[in-house]
């Protein structure tokens, strides 16, 4: 009999082993650049979480915002990197947990760019003149400047003669070069890096001004994951330290010095901004 049992109980650790052995986060992330440069900037974190937790890491690509909010919250994916009013609307829609957000996006800002052909120098210069946000579910790119512009006496929609949508970062600078607007704002760290690397045309785009600072990105899991591996994925990431030579990389694609842990109660300042601008009920 007590053979018996040693024998189920070797059977079920064996069969435990090997399920751990195939289980997958599937990671996901707000499409706020080109997918190819989202996958790119993945690749080494990924790796290097699959050492940490011991698991498969997958990186799952979503068309945009909305669907990242909508596969975290049905179960569809294990943690996403989300901004400040992504996780926002996540948190509405069910149970989320933040963990970490790097150390910069405690006091993030955002960048209003214009057009150096059409003679914009200023944000007045702007007034009656066709201006860009990235996507509609975007923190930097659409809430938090929207919100600035308001406070400052300029309603987008009758301060601007049209108001539009690039759906990313890196879209909004390439549509005031090309001339399709003559201003837009775009995520702070995004327009740093295009300018560091030199895909900026400056002769055609031009910085205005920078908006004050506020709470933005995280990465945040679906509320129904084992609390262990929560910690496991916390301590991750809190793990990461620049300088190490193993971890610099992997840092300076997140464009991080470090992560910290975060909680929901940091981004309470986003709701309310989101819904003083009419965006969330």
């Known amino acids: ?62 068309t945009d915002y909305a669907g990242v909010v909508t596969a975290l919250t049905a179960d569809q994916i294990d943690m996403a990197w989300l901004g400040g009013f992504t996780f926002v609307q996540a948190s509405q829609r069910g149970k989320v947990v933040p963990l970490v957000q790097r150390a910069e996006d405690a006091r993030f800002t955002a960048k209003y760019i214009g057009s150096v052909e059409a003679g914009i120098k200023t944000l007045q210069d702007l007034k009656g003149k066709r201006f860009a946000f990235g996507s509609a579910s975007s923190t930097s790119g659409h809430l938090m400047p929207r919100y600035f512009l308001q406070k400052q006496g300029m309603q987008p929609e009758s301060y601007f003669k049209t108001v539009g949508y690039s759906g990313a970062h890196d879209a909004t600078v390439a549509w005031v070069a090309s001339g399709k607007v003559e201003g837009g704002v775009l995520n702070a760290s995004v327009w740093d890096k295009l300018v560091e690397a030199g895909k900026v045309d400056q002769s055609k785009v031009r910085l205005l001004g920078t908006t004050p600072t506020f709470y933005d990105y995280n990465w945040t899991v679906r509320g129904s994951m084992d609390k262990k591996l929560q910690q496991k994925i916390q301590a991750a990431f809190l793990k990461l330290d620049d300088s190490k030579p193993e971890y610099k990389a992997i840092l300076e694609l997140q464009r991080a010095s470090k992560f910290i842990a975060t909680k929901a109660e940091n981004y309470e300042g986003i709701e309310a901004a989101a819904k003083a601008a009419g965006l969330l009920q």
């Open 1 to 62: 009999m007590n053979a018996k049992i040693t024998l189920a109980s070797l059977l079920l650790a064996v069969s435990a082993i090997a399920g751990a052995a195939d289980a997958v986060l599937k990671v996901s992330a707000i499409p706020d650049e080109a997918p190819t440069e989202l996958q790119r900037k993945f690749a080494p974190l990924g790796s290097y979480l699959e050492k940490e937790l011991g698991m498969k890491v997958q990186f799952v690509p979503v």
